[in-house]
């Protein structure tokens, strides 16, 4: 739906590209409009062009998220006038994504990939996909590389089958996930962003290496390169086709909020924010956790994980201090077991597959199986219409 003829040439030719995409457009205020869909006739997206000044318009825009589309259609907005206020507002509402105008090709592909998972994470349908774990830290130094890593291992023994685990380090100035695994850092992600058209499972095959332990690594490049050269659509192509090859996907980030995050947060199952029992680390983390929330985004399913935890006497701060500060328990605690993370980077073998027995192999264990049953129980309330 696209107030104006103008608009309705550049969803066109915003969309030329792809011939899989089929298009219905009708041209008309929102507000003047009286949509309805038959039984199982509903789209998949809905973009609608919304005058934001106009409050008849955002009533018709909220009456059609309320009464008209069911949780398997996504929500567009589109506006000459998205302000960031408008934009709030929109999210509040249950808008799935925005676009503001002009939009280009790329920005129009992103928004649909942006509420095609939004959509399949609402519904609890994976279509096939693997689940996706992002690993982030509340300051330096955490240990979120090591827990990532080991995570991964984890999860290649999660089911009953052995599970098919993809460990995608994006750190793409300081990573150094493949150095915890023995691993070349590899020039895959370079590659990727420089022609995403060429990204399939064939390539991602062909970039990745495998680690002692049975996962698959995308490594950092070996020559650190700006942030800024990932971009939001190359970065959740990257995702969606890893998560289509594998069961299980952990994505370790950098340290930095970038602008692609909202591609990987889209997508998480799981969002852990690593720190350890000190006053600036906690600080850092609740900064991280507010900003991961900010925007509207209240739904990502962020989590904290407590890392190298050691109970000693007169410790200034406990866990429910901490757990107040940071307004929410911690998802897991992890022990420290220092020697035997040491041994393992030294290795380049995985802590988890040096001693699954030892106080860390086990914690981890427990945290992957306890997920894998959550990620179960909810594709079976999706199943059953619960």
Not at 103 to 114: C, G, P
Not at 252 to 261: I, Y
Not at 266 to 288: E, M, Y
Request: aromatic share 4%; glycine share 6%.
């Amino acid at each position: 739906m696209v107030r104006t003829a103008e608009s309705r040439d550049s969803l066109l030719a915003a969309l030329a590209h792809e011939p899989r995409v089929q298009v219905d457009i009708r041209i008309g205020a929102l507000k003047d409009t009286r949509l309805s869909f038959a039984e199982g006739k509903a789209p998949e997206v809905l973009l609608c062009d919304v005058d934001m000044h106009d409050a008849d318009d955002l009533a018709a825009l909220h009456f059609l998220k309320r009464e008209v589309i069911n949780g398997h259609t996504a929500l567009i907005a589109t506006s000459d006038s998205l302000s960031t206020a408008a934009i709030r507002s929109l999210l509040r509402d249950g808008v799935d994504d925005f676009l503001p105008q002009p939009f280009t090709h790329e920005e129009m592909v992103e928004a649909l990939r942006t509420a095609d998972a939004k959509t399949r994470s609402r519904t609890g349908d994976s279509g096939g996909r693997g689940r996706v774990y992002a690993f982030t830290r509340g300051c330096g130094g955490m240990g979120a590389t090591t827990l990532a890593v080991n995570t991964a291992c984890a999860l290649v023994g999660a089911k009953s089958a052995r599970s098919r685990v993809c460990l995608i380090d994006l750190d793409v100035q300081f990573g150094v996930a493949g150095l915890y695994l023995d691993l070349e850092n590899r020039s895959g992600l370079i590659e990727i962003a420089a022609q995403p058209d060429r990204l399939d499972a064939e390539l991602l095959k062909a970039a990745v290496s495998t680690a002692e332990g049975g996962f698959d690594v995308l490594t950092a490049p070996a020559v650190p390169i700006p942030l800024e050269a990932l971009k939001t659509d190359v970065v959740g192509h990257l995702i969606d086709v890893a998560r289509q090859n594998y069961d299980f996907v952990v994505v370790d980030l950098p340290h930095a909020l970038t602008d692609w995050m909202e591609a990987i947060l889209l997508r998480a199952d799981r969002v852990l924010v690593v720190t350890q029992l000190s006053v600036p680390s906690i600080h850092q983390t609740r900064k991280i956790i507010d900003a991961l929330h900010d925007d509207g985004r209240s739904q990502v399913p962020v989590g904290v994980l407590l890392n190298r935890y050691r109970k000693r006497w007169g410790d200034s701060i406990d866990l429910r201090q901490a757990e107040k500060a940071l307004g929410m328990p911690f998802s897991h605690v992890i022990p420290n077991d220092f020697d035997l993370v040491s041994e393992s980077v030294n290795r380049g073998v995985p802590a988890y597959a040096i001693n699954r027995r030892s106080r860390f192999g086990r914690a981890v264990e427990d945290m992957v199986a306890s997920d894998v049953k959550d990620f179960a129980r909810a594709e079976a309330n999706a199943s059953s219409g619960s």
